[in-house]
């Protein structure tokens, strides 16, 4: 088997829990980041993870110590998007730019990519996403300013949101208004 075909994986401690990512090595390409846990039945690896791997989860680690990473962007090219339609992707790009420590709607992703009705479309789509943290979708919230459903569930969204308002407090940045799309 070609080792393009091979997904890798890489576990790694932070300090909401424990996150994976898994990916293709040769090119690297990411397929998908797991969220923490706190309980990962296989903790051990028992080989050296790739480059970019490391990279990418210190800047996960990063994001979790409550670093500011609001220059923190998916490097496109680093991510599997080959399963995605146009407009799947079109709702992740518009999720990437949601600034650290702001929230948007999904009525609001769904009118930048210009199909202002499909905003249960945006939900579906940001509830499949394979690249959390790098793809934001965290900070989408209901129009009505409920939290909404999160893959990694409802409550690791809420410490998420509050970990970067209490980031943006610490660090005295502005985050960008909310309409920032």
């Avoid at 909404?148 to 970990?163: D, S």
Wanted: charge should be positive; aromatic fraction near 12%; proline fraction near 7%.
């Amino acid at each position: 088997m070609k080792d393009d075909k091979i997904i890798h994986h890489y576990i790694f401690q932070t300090a909401f829990g424990y996150s994976a990512i898994f990916y293709k090595k040769s090119p690297f390409l990411l397929t998908r980041i797991i969220l923490p846990e706190t309980n990962h039945k296989n903790k051990r690896q028992n080989y050296k993870p790739h480059k970019k791997a490391i990279i990418i989860s210190k800047a996960i680690i990063d994001y979790f110590n409550g670093t500011p990473v609001h220059m923190l962007k998916p490097s496109w090219e680093w991510l599997d998007a080959g399963g995605l339609t146009e407009l799947q992707k079109s709702v992740y790009f518009a999720t990437a730019k949601i600034p650290y420590g702001t929230l948007s709607s999904y009525k609001k992703i769904a009118e930048v990519i210009n199909t202002p009705n499909a905003y249960r479309f945006v939900g579906t789509t940001l509830a499949k996403n394979p690249f959390p943290v790098l793809i934001p979708c965290h900070r989408v919230i209901r129009s009505d300013n409920t939290i909404g459903r999160f893959a990694g569930g409802t409550n690791l969204k809420i410490k998420m949101i509050e970990l970067e308002r209490n980031t943006v407090k610490k660090f005295n940045f502005k985050p960008l208004p909310i309409n920032h799309l």
